[in-house]
């Protein structure tokens, strides 16, 4: 044991271990949902970081970082290879560069707890979480925001779910943080028994807590029947999608499909379902949405959208027959629908130059659409991701309905983690949601988060089942994420305070 210890000392140590451990909250996610994978990963990461120095601080962040994207967010590649043109090593080269500068992020925050955080009065149990949550909100929103491989959304089916509707991820990322490092917090404090034994109680009233909260109904069901809809998802391969010569066989297709739909409540096309612009698709719309209205049916499509300058593109939802209203995406996906730095890099490659790559962002507030007599809050793809935004809209809307176009990325994680995000959206909010895509995971998921029926993928489907409209707010939906965020702060205050203030007596 002492000749291992040593050949795992010091920059051996973090090379070989925090890889490993970031590999681990990839573990903890879908679609492996080995949720203690991640309470196992904070603690490995803490006991790195418990004696390093500032420079092997920021080494051992990065290479913590790369575990965590490499592993986590790998399926970028499919895009970029398959979906983009570029070849191989191009392709190795740019989802490497990207994991690599996501990953500096965890070096910013290990060279931040060790030289500003580790030494103070909680520094373990409380700063580290606090810390690792204020990150990854910084993640959300910096350079556009890439909200993912959240901590929290892991336990999504653990006991700590009965927390998020009253704090969010966020909330949820924080008490799994917690609970990682406790370990390494009673081992430092093996002496002090009764404190390691009042820390010990609490986490489990913690867990218990969130055990006894799955069960509260922090919403009610509008009064009415619930509401009959009908997902289709028509499996369109990417390549042919905006194939002119394909064009007419997506139209017979999505028509095709339609005759069994009409008299659902509500029927939910895709994103981008039809191939041409909204204001072009009048004949092969306008029939369908008569047809629909007749027979009680609003169909909810994604389509693109001009406006009538021709100058602005949107992705869009529309709301059609016994529905009414549009809805233009206000978080676009980098280089998949707007090209960063455009006049230098369009054209260099295929990838900068995707179709349909020049959208224009939504406006920041926009009526929910109106589908079968009840309010939906509207999301596009990748805004399923961001719990502020979504509870912004959730309280004006009794269901959640969101469309995507997970074909970008294959047979690979991130469908599957875009599928448990979504479920953790409508758990916050207490809402039904309504999951349409092209090729897979369309699902229905109640106001408790949980998989009501679900698509497999790569199969052309037809899903039909029951949602219930919701009135009333969750915590979170109220106050979003901003007093788990300030509580983190506040956590820092008062450990530097104390730390200060410990300084000072130790002076004098």
Not at 134 to 158: C, K, M, V
Not at 347 to 370: H, V
Request: with cysteine; aromatic share 12%.
């Amino acid at each position: 044991m002492p000749g291992i210890a040593h050949k795992l000392s010091g920059p051996r140590r973090a090379w070989l271990l925090a890889p490993a451990a970031g590999l681990l909250v990839t573990l903890s996610l879908a679609p492996f949902g080995l949720w203690p994978a991640g309470l196992l990963s904070c603690l490995l990461y803490a006991w790195l970081l418990r004696d390093c120095g500032a420079r092997q601080a920021v080494w051992c962040g990065w290479l913590y970082g790369l575990g965590l994207f490499g592993s986590g967010v790998s399926w970028v590649y499919v895009s970029i290879h398959v979906h983009g043109y570029a070849p191989v090593p191009l392709a190795i080269l740019l989802t490497a560069l990207f994991c690599a500068g996501l990953a500096l992020l965890h070096a910013l925050f290990a060279w931040l707890y060790v030289t500003r955080v580790r030494d103070l009065p909680g520094g373990l149990a409380i700063g580290f979480p606090a810390l690792w949550v204020l990150f990854e909100w910084l993640r959300g929103w910096l350079l556009t925001g890439f909200p993912w491989l959240y901590l929290g959304n892991a336990h999504i089916d653990s006991p700590l779910a009965g927390w998020a509707p009253l704090t969010g991820v966020f909330g949820l990322s924080l008490l799994a943080a917690v609970t990682g490092v406790a370990p390494l917090w009673a081992w430092h404090r093996r002496q002090r028994r009764p404190v390691v034994a009042a820390g010990v109680a609490a986490l489990l009233l913690v867990w218990l807590g969130g055990a006894a909260l799955t069960s509260v109904d922090w919403v009610k069901p509008v009064a009415r029947d619930p509401l009959q809809v009908a997902l289709y998802q028509p499996n369109i391969p990417q390549e042919h999608k905006w194939d002119p010569a394909w064009r007419q066989p997506i139209l017979d297709r999505y028509s095709a499909a339609m005759e069994d739909l009409y008299g659902a409540d509500i029927v939910l096309w895709p994103e981008s379902a039809i191939p041409t612009f909204y204001q072009r698709a009048g004949d092969f719309l306008g029939p369908i949405a008569k047809r629909a209205e007749a027979a009680g049916t609003s169909l909810v499509s994604g389509i693109l959208y001009r406006d009538p300058d021709g100058e602005r593109y949107y992705n869009s939802i529309v709301s059609l027959g016994t529905g009414a209203g549009h809805y233009h995406k206000r978080r676009l996906v980098p280089f998949g629908e707007y090209v960063p730095l455009e006049g230098v890099l369009r054209g260099l490659i295929a990838f900068f130059d995707l179709p349909m790559s020049a959208f224009s962002k939504g406006p920041p507030a926009q009526a929910p659409l109106l589908a079968a007599g009840v309010h939906l809050a509207p999301y596009i793809c990748y805004e399923i991701v961001y719990p502020d935004l979504v509870a912004a809209g959730a309280d004006r809307a009794e269901l959640l309905v969101t469309i995507s176009n997970d074909t970008w990325f294959g047979n690979s994680l991130g469908p599957l983690q875009h599928l448990q995000i979504a479920r953790m959206r409508a758990l916050e909010n207490g809402r039904y949601l309504i999951r349409g895509t092209n090729n897979g995971v369309s699902a229905l998921v109640d106001d408790h988060g949980r998989l009501l029926a679900r698509s497999e993928q790569f199969v052309e489907t037809i899903l039909r089942g029951e949602v219930r409209p919701m009135t009333g707010n969750t915590p979170f939906g109220r106050s979003g994420s901003w007093p788990v965020l300030t509580l983190c702060l506040l956590a820092l205050l008062l450990a530097g305070l104390g730390g200060a203030r410990r300084h000072r007596e130790r002076v004098q």
